[in-house]
């Protein structure tokens, strides 16, 4: 069901791609032909360098009508991200970060519920929430669009296309390198893709331990399972594999691997995403737990498919490739890196707090081996 959805959904992608271009194009060619716009050298640098003004600001914008659409649905900020500029609370005090942004978002509102909800409730909060980001853009861009066209102010019709583009193409349903557009989250929402379930299970995550270290209720937990189980194939279903980890390290971890049956480990292909690197490891870190690293067929051969996208996942890996190996010396320089990596706070880690308890029990391991 799951497969043919995802199917049915690509020529609806492809012809909302190609009228956002035809609507951006059309405005383009006839606002030049309208106002008999002279081409130079140097008209063509001003518009450039207003139009990377003007993507810095449309991000500026979009991420901050998400983070207004969410206060007004009830959510609380966790972090902004605008670029490399990041804003996060983090034991509830507010810090600035600049760090490289994640999995290729050029920005990210991430809130949380702080109160539990209904389903149905939390589905209807989560709508407008999604949708304030794009439609920021493009209240602003139709504002400026109108009077710049009318009078021919070259520099501020430039600004408004942008943010339409930047609106109009977050509204279409796409998936990229594991990342959802704007439009592809509200159609899960609306019923109309797969995944609605694996969202509201994920801000009720959130909503319980917004730190990730494995403090949620049994019903929760039973509830991911189901979710996981429902799923196959699919990179960003899997990776509620990873979230939900910290949960078993210390009471089933046996119940993760089994879990993860066709769903980690995966054959790599050239759509392979840093989420099945971050499936794989969370999966590697239960065999950990389960006593089981050192022994089980084939583990090295897995760990070796694990990319170097993401250094976290790099460095982690090389980890336990060391420790399997018996390099004591190498074990403990990739578990430093990847400690040093993390930081206080990573754009996709967060505070890290379960990663790093288990980079503490690899450290302890290493040592008294």
Do not use: C, F
């Given at each position: 069901m799951e497969t043919k959805q995802r199917g049915k959904s690509s020529w609806k992608t492809q012809l909302s791609q190609f009228l956002v271009g035809g609507i951006v194009g059309f405005a383009i060619v006839s606002y030049y032909f309208t106002h008999d716009i002279t081409i130079s050298l140097m008209s063509v640098l001003s518009i450039l360098l207003i139009a990377i003004a003007s993507f810095i600001f449309a991000i500026i914008l979009h991420e901050t009508g998400h983070a207004l659409a969410g206060k007004l649905s009830g959510m609380e900020v966790m972090n902004l991200s605008y670029g490399p500029f990041i804003y996060a609370k983090t034991n509830g005090a507010s810090k600035f970060y600049f760090k490289a942004p994640a999995m290729g978002y050029i920005g990210r509102a991430m809130l949380r519920f702080p109160?539990?909800?209904?389903?149905?409730?939390?589905?209807?909060?989560?709508?407008?929430f999604i949708y304030g980001g794009p439609v920021a853009n493009i209240v602003v861009a139709v504002s400026l669009l109108i009077p710049s066209y009318i009078y021919g102010w070259s520099g501020w019709f430039t600004f408004a296309l942008v943010q339409l583009f930047t609106g109009l193409s977050n509204l279409t349903s796409m998936e990229t390198g594991g990342a959802q557009t704007d439009g592809r989250v509200i159609a899960m929402l609306k019923g109309k893709e797969p995944g609605a379930d694996l969202l509201l299970i994920s801000y009720k995550l959130l909503q319980q331990d917004p730190t990730a270290s494995g403090r949620w209720t049994n019903d929760v937990m039973q509830e991911a399972e189901e979710i996981i189980l429902r799923y196959k194939n699919w990179p960003l279903a899997a990776s509620l594999l990873a979230s939900v980890s910290p949960y078993y390290y210390s009471r089933d971890p046996e119940r993760i691997i089994e879990l993860s049956e066709d769903r980690a480990f995966l054959e790599r292909t050239?759509?392979?995403?840093?989420?099945?690197?971050?499936?794989?490891?969370?999966?590697?870190?239960?065999?950990?737990?389960?006593?089981?690293?050192?022994?089980?067929?084939?583990?090295?051969?897995?760990?070796?498919?694990?990319?170097?996208?993401?250094?976290?996942?790099?460095?982690?890996?090389?980890?336990?490739?060391?420790?399997?190996?018996?390099?004591?010396?190498?074990?403990?320089?990739?578990?430093?890196?990847?400690?040093?990596?993390?930081?206080?706070?990573?754009?996709?880690?967060?505070?890290?707090?379960?990663?790093?308890?288990?980079?503490?029990?690899?450290?302890?391991?290493?040592?008294?081996?």
């Open positions: 109160t539990q909800l209904p389903d149905h409730e939390m589905r209807r909060r989560l709508i407008p050239k759509q392979s995403t840093i989420l099945e690197d971050i499936t794989d490891l969370s999966v590697i870190t239960n065999y950990y737990y389960a006593g089981r690293l050192r022994t089980e067929p084939g583990i090295e051969e897995k760990l070796r498919q694990i990319s170097d996208r993401d250094k976290v996942s790099r460095h982690l890996r090389d980890a336990y490739l060391a420790l399997i190996s018996g390099d004591r010396n190498e074990a403990i320089t990739a578990i430093y890196a990847t400690e040093k990596e993390l930081g206080d706070w990573h754009p996709l880690y967060l505070e890290a707090i379960a990663l790093k308890s288990v980079l503490r029990d690899l450290l302890q391991d290493v040592r008294s081996s």
